[in-house]
């Protein structure tokens, strides 16, 4: 005769230290999305604002190019980088917390709670790094390509400009 799964299996009851951690993993769970929803939105708005001033500056110069539109072109996206980039750091910051909330019931729960390999939140090696490192990743990552692009797409219209290749 075959045992049923819920045999086998220890059953889980939480102590009170593992309902606050669970209860501090939720909740830290649900911040990291909303930065991501943010770090999202931020893109959008920043294309926004960017198509809006660069717009509403050519309309005031009399449909005619001027430093001006280069300088809000390169400031923007900078500011928006810069926004972005803090949310990114803390979102990995948190990862970090919730990697050690995850640690911490696996120590106290000597019986394994889920019978799979161990999946951190977030890399052990990005949460680890030293503080400037992780400064640097907040600038520097895949997420962040759009600003670069229209910090660069800006710098070369602006040598195009001042060579006097358009007008």
Not at 56 to 83: E, Q
Not at 84 to 101: C, E, T
Not at 115 to 121: C, F, I, S, W
Request: aromatic share 14%.
């Amino acid at each position: 005769m075959s045992q049923s799964m819920s045999d086998t299996t220890p059953e889980y009851r939480k102590s009170f230290d593992d309902e606050l951690d669970w209860t501090l993993f939720d909740q830290l769970h649900k911040v990291v999305l909303q930065i991501s929803t943010f770090c999202f939105r931020t893109k959008q708005i920043c294309l926004t604002v960017d198509i809006a001033v660069i717009g509403i500056l050519i309309k005031i110069l009399d449909n005619s190019l001027d430093t001006a539109i280069f300088v809000a072109g390169l400031i923007i996206p900078v500011c928006f980088w810069f926004l972005d980039s803090i949310a990114y750091f803390y979102q990995v910051k948190i990862r970090r917390v919730m990697n050690n909330i995850q640690q911490r019931l696996r120590e106290r729960n000597t019986k394994p709670l889920v019978q799979t390999d161990y999946a951190r939140v977030i890399e052990e090696k990005r949460a680890e790094k030293p503080t400037w490192n992780r400064i640097y990743h907040s600038f520097c990552n895949h997420s962040m390509w759009l600003y670069l692009f229209l910090f660069i797409a800006d710098i070369v219209l602006w040598v195009a400009y001042k060579a006097q290749v358009i007008e």
